[in-house]
C-alpha cells in the first residue's frame, strides 16, 4: 500500500488535476489523503467528489501541519507527496517504487520534476519552449519508506515555505541512505499566490535552517568527541 498525502489550501481550482494524475498511474494499491488545511474556496468540496479519495479537514497550519496530520492518518508501508497544484506525470510511481525496491538501503528515491509557469498544464503550456527541470530535492518527485519519519522526524510547523528543505537537511544529516534518479517524474507549477511565491519569506527560512544545520552538526561533533573520550 502506497499512501498520497495531499496538502491543500484553496486549490479548488487545481485539486482535481492532482488527484486524476494520481488514479492515472499504473500503479493502483494507493490510499490517497487530502488535507484540507482551512481553505475557503471549496477545496474539500472538490476532494470528496472522489469516492475513493479521503478528505481531512482542519485549521490552517500551514503545508507542515497539513502534512503532519496525513502522515498520521496514513495506512500505507510506503508514503508519497504531491502538492495540490502540482502533477505526477505518467510512470511515476511505477519509476520511483522500481528504484525504492530496487535497494533496501534506500530509505527515499526521488527524481526530477518539469517547472511550469503557466496557469494550466494542458491548454496553455507552450510546447515550443524547452521546460525547465528542477533536479533538487521535491517532496512531490519523491517515494518514502514510512519508517524514515521515524528517524528523522515529522515536518517542522514553525516554517510555512522550507519545512520540505528542512526535512531534507536533517536526512542528510542523520546519514539516511537515499538516492536521485535522472527520471524525471513531476510537473513543478510556479504560480502566484503559492507558499514558495514568497521570495522574501523564503530566504529567511533558509537562512535560518542553515543555523539550525551548523548547530547540529556541532552537537553531532561534540556527542561523538564525548563518546570517543569515554571509551578511551
Not at 469516492?51 to 497539513?66: F, H, K, L, M, P
Not at 525496491?101 to 503550456?125: I, M, R
Not at 528543505?165 to 542523520?174: E, G, H, I
Request: hydrophobic letters at 40%; a negative charge; charged letters at 25%.
Amino acid at each position: 500500500m502506497i499512501s498520497v498525502v495531499i496538502p491543500a489550501y484553496n486549490v479548488a481550482r487545481y485539486l482535481s488535476e492532482a488527484i486524476g494524475s494520481i488514479q492515472q498511474q499504473a500503479y493502483h494499491q494507493l490510499e490517497v489523503i487530502v488535507v484540507d488545511d482551512g481553505s475557503t474556496d471549496g477545496t474539500a468540496a472538490v476532494a470528496r467528489k472522489f469516492s475513493d479519495v479521503r478528505c481531512i479537514e482542519q485549521e490552517n497550519r500551514g503545508a507542515a501541519g497539513a502534512r503532519n496530520t496525513g502522515l498520521d492518518a496514513a495506512s500505507g508501508e510506503v508514503i508519497a507527496f504531491l502538492d495540490a497544484d502540482d502533477i505526477w506525470l505518467p510512470g511515476h510511481l511505477a519509476t520511483l517504487l522500481t528504484a525504492l525496491q530496487g535497494d533496501p538501503a534506500n530509505q527515499f528515491v526521488w527524481g526530477a520534476a518539469k517547472v511550469v509557469e503557466t496557469p494550466s498544464l494542458t491548454s496553455t503550456e507552450d510546447a515550443s519552449e524547452p521546460a525547465k527541470v528542477m533536479r533538487g530535492f521535491l517532496l512531490g518527485a519523491g517515494l518514502f519508506r514510512r519508517e524514515v519519519f521515524e528517524h528523522v522526524g515529522l515536518f517542522d510547523e514553525r516554517l510555512r515555505t522550507s519545512d520540505d528543505f528542512d526535512w531534507f537537511a536533517r536526512a542528510r544529516q542523520l546519514g539516511i541512505r537515499s538516492q536521485c534518479l535522472p527520471d524525471t517524474v513531476l510537473a513543478y507549477r510556479k504560480r502566484q499566490g503559492s507558499l514558495t511565491s514568497n521570495v522574501a519569506q523564503m530566504h529567511a527560512e533558509r537562512l535560518q535552517l542553515m543555523r539550525r544545520s551548523v548547530e547540529r552538526q556541532r552537537a553531532l561533533k561534540m556527542k561523538n568527541s564525548d563518546q570517543s573520550k569515554a571509551a578511551e
